[in-house]
């Protein structure tokens, strides 16, 4: 398994600031679950435990953060 990708920097202060903007729960999980891993590199199971949301979810939100940035968030 290759190892996780770096997230910018810089990333984990605009996602806390996105998350206190979240206008819905939905919102809420999606921005905790990159912000969870770019505060701490945890694996997506355990994110997708913490947020209620599936493994795929949280690995196509981090594969989307990591090419996109903030807009799929």
Same mark, same amino acid.
């Given at each position: 398994?290759?190892?996780?990708? #770096?997230?910018?920097?810089?990333?984990? #202060? $605009?996602? *806390? =600031?996105? +998350? *206190?903007?979240?206008?819905?729960?939905?919102?809420?999980? $999606? @921005?905790?679950?990159?912000?969870? $891993?770019?505060?701490?590199?945890?694996?997506?199971?355990? @994110?997708?435990?913490?947020?209620?949301?599936? =493994?795929?979810?949280? $690995? @196509? +939100?981090?594969?989307?953060? +990591?090419?996109?940035?903030?807009?799929?968030?």
């Amino acid at each position: 398994m290759r190892p996780p990708k #770096e997230f910018p920097l810089g990333a984990a #202060e $605009r996602l *806390k =600031v996105l +998350l *206190k903007q979240a206008a819905t729960v939905a919102d809420q999980r $999606r @921005i905790q679950a990159v912000l969870m $891993r770019a505060l701490n590199p945890s694996p997506p199971s355990l @994110i997708a435990g913490v947020t209620g949301l599936s =493994v795929a979810t949280v $690995r @196509i +939100l981090h594969s989307r953060f +990591l090419r996109q940035g903030e807009s799929p968030v």
